[in-house]
């Protein structure tokens, strides 16, 4: 997702970039940062998807089954989500 959306801004930043009659090199450098970061976010996003998949697996062949649980917390100063999980 993060890829996805700093990609996005990448081709934004291109776009105006292109349409400008002077070149501005605060701009090309912004471009140049996303795409940095719409790389680095399909790369961990990858690597979490190879990382679940290979639980799973290891998982299906130990013959256990996964469980996850998220449980909300409200008190008067904010509010979070606790997460468990066991694999």
């Known amino acids: 997702m ?42 961990v996003g990858a690597a979490l998807v190879v990382s679940g998949s290979v639980l799973y697996i290891i998982g299906a062949v130990a013959g256990k089954k996964a469980s996850v649980a998220l449980v909300p917390s409200v008190s008067p100063s904010g509010a979070g989500l606790s997460a468990q999980g066991v694999f």
């Open 2 to 43: 993060a890829g996805a959306a700093c990609g996005a801004a990448a081709v934004q930043v291109s776009n105006t970039v292109q349409s400008e009659q002077v070149f501005n090199p605060q701009d090309d450098d912004l471009g140049k940062l996303y795409q940095n970061l719409q790389w680095v976010g399909y790369g």
